[in-house]
């Protein structure tokens, strides 16, 4: 299947600080990418839509200031969490559409903001 | 939003027994979905179904796309320690995006040796 990578892969930070996490897709290129979120024992939780070549989609309670997103060519996306605390703390995971209905993950982001 | 009902929410087993989880949908879905997830990685891309009655395996793996596009099943046979982790189904709503996908709750899977 296609191959989609996030680096890093873990990071700690002082809160406070700025984080960016960056998604690739290796073989394919994809004009859409997908963050989610994920809390311990619970399901994906989508919180942005990353657009090659135009603004974000932020779902319902995200906050796009909080979370900036840039989707600087067809094969990178990148998640800025600014000024992070510790509430931000989270697995952060992105993935993209290989074909019009099939999505494959990166391996995931653990962020951890003391 | 788009609703995805995955049952069971764990499981214990035996190694070498059978595995049955499903999801149902109240709305119809064109895309059918399987992933499994292991602890602190992203999910990995087990089947996907794109029509009504389709029938597919990946090894001892098989799912099913119901012919009422509201359900699918993903059965395991034979299982083994390393089918442990959490199995999500996922699809795509008829009157959703093209590329957003709604996720069920997943499905804990542990095989007691």
């Known amino acids: 299947g296609a191959v989609v990578s996030q680096h890093p892969s873990r990071v700690i930070c002082k809160s406070g600080t700025s984080v960016k996490i960056e998604c690739r897709s290796l073989?394919?290129?994809?004009?859409?990418m997908f963050w989610y979120r994920q809390f311990p024992k619970q399901s994906l939780m989508l919180m942005a839509t990353?657009?090659?070549?135009?603004?974000?989609?932020?779902e319902q309670g995200v906050e796009k200031d909080k979370f900036l997103i840039n989707h600087a060519s067809l094969t990178l996306s990148t998640l800025t969490v600014t000024s992070a605390h510790p509430e931000d703390s989270s697995f952060y995971i992105c993935?993209?559409?290989?074909?019009?209905?099939?999505?494959?993950f990166g391996p995931g982001t653990r962020l951890t903001v003391l | 939003g788009q609703q995805l009902n995955q049952s069971p929410q764990s499981m214990f087993i035996q190694e070498g027994e059978d595995v049955s989880m499903n999801c149902t949908s109240s709305?119809?879905?064109?895309?059918w979905l399987w992933y499994k997830q292991e602890p602190g990685e992203g999910p990995v891309l087990l089947i996907a179904?794109?029509?009504?009655?389709e029938l597919t395996s990946n090894g001892r793996l098989t799912a099913q796309f119901g012919i009422t596009r509201k359900d699918s099943f993903l059965n395991i046979s034979a299982s083994i320690p390393s089918d442990v982790g959490i199995y999500f189904c996922?699809?795509?709503?008829?009157?959703?995006?093209?590329?957003?996908?709604?996720f069920g709750s997943g499905t804990q899977l542990t095989v007691l040796p």
């Open positions: 709305s119809i879905f064109n895309t």
């Open positions: 073989d394919f290129q994809a004009t859409t």
């Open positions: 993935s993209a559409p290989e074909r019009v209905d099939t999505q494959y």
């Open positions: 179904l794109y029509k009504a009655g």
């Open positions: 996922a699809g795509r709503p008829r009157s959703g995006s093209a590329r957003q996908l709604t």
């Open positions: 990353s657009n090659e070549g135009s603004k974000a989609t932020y």
